[in-house]
C-alpha cells in the first residue's frame, strides 16, 4: 500500500515537493497537520510519521488500545500501515502537512531548519472534508505554520486550542518526537483530552 505522490517525488531541485497525498478519509473529523515529512532516508513506511523513533504512532495505541506497540512492528522496525490506515478510516482521522513545498537548510529533520517556499491551503483541505471538527499540530512550526497562513491572532499554547474557522477549532498538542521533553504516557493523556473532547474517546 502507498500513499506517494509519484509527481511530485520526480520533481529536482532544491525546493522538496510533498511527498505524499492528503489522507483524507470519508467522515474525517480530525484531520492531524504536521510541518513537513522527514527526508526519505529515515522512513520506514510510505505514510505520515514514517521515522521508526517518531511516537506518534505509539501515542495513538496506547491511546486507543492501551498498548504503544498495536502499531508497531517491533522486530521489522516499521510501522503496520494496513492496520493504521484501516484505524484511521474508522475513527475518521486524517493527515496531511502544512507546506507544499520547502527547503532543507540542514541536512537533518529538525523544523528549525525547515523554510517554507508553499503553504499547504488548509482551506481548500477542510473544504474536502465538511465533518471535520478540529486541526491539530503536534509541533511549533506546524502550529506557526497555519497561524501565518490563516491570520490567526496567536499560536496556542501546548494542550490549549482556538477557533481556526467557523466550526473548527486548531489544536496545539506536544510534537512526538522523542526530543521533546515529555514522556510517551504524558503526551498521550494530553492526546486524550483532545480526543475526549471531540466525544471520539
Known amino acids: 500500500m502507498s500513499f506517494l505522490n509519484i509527481e511530485n517525488l520526480q520533481r529536482s ?16 473529523k480530525v484531520l492531524f497537520l504536521g510541518s513537513f515529512p522527514p527526508q526519505r532516508k529515515r522512513w520506514c513506511m510510505d505514510f505520515f510519521y514514517p521515522n521508526f523513533i517518531n511516537d506518534h504512532w505509539r501515542i495513538m495505541g496506547l491511546l486507543f488500545f492501551e498498548d504503544k506497540n498495536h502499531f508497531v512492528d517491533v522486530e521489522a522496525k516499521c510501522f503496520k500501515l494496513d492496520l493504521i ?36 491551503d488548509i482551506n481548500a483541505l477542510l473544504d474536502k472534508i465538511p465533518d471535520c471538527k478540529a486541526v491539530v499540530t503536534t509541533g511549533e512550526k506546524a502550529a506557526e505554520n497555519i497561524v501565518a497562513q490563516m491570520s490567526l491572532p496567536e499560536v496556542p499554547t501546548v494542550g490549549g486550542c482556538v477557533l481556526l474557522r467557523e466550526g473548527v477549532s486548531l489544536y496545539r498538542l506536544p510534537s512526538s518526537s522523542r526530543a521533546y521533553p515529555l514522556s510517551l504516557a504524558k503526551k498521550a493523556e494530553v492526546y486524550r483530552g483532545m480526543f475526549e473532547q471531540l466525544e471520539m474517546l
Open 85 to 120: 490506515v484501516s484505524f484511521l478510516q474508522e475513527r475518521g482521522i486524517g493527515y496531511y502537512d502544512t507546506a507544499e513545498a520547502v527547503r532543507r537548510l540542514k541536512d537533518n529533520a529538525s523544523d528549525k531548519f525547515l523554510e517554507v517556499v508553499e503553504y499547504t
Open 13 to 28: 531541485s532544491s525546493i522538496e515537493y510533498h511527498p505524499l497525498f492528503p489522507f483524507l478519509p470519508q467522515g474525517t
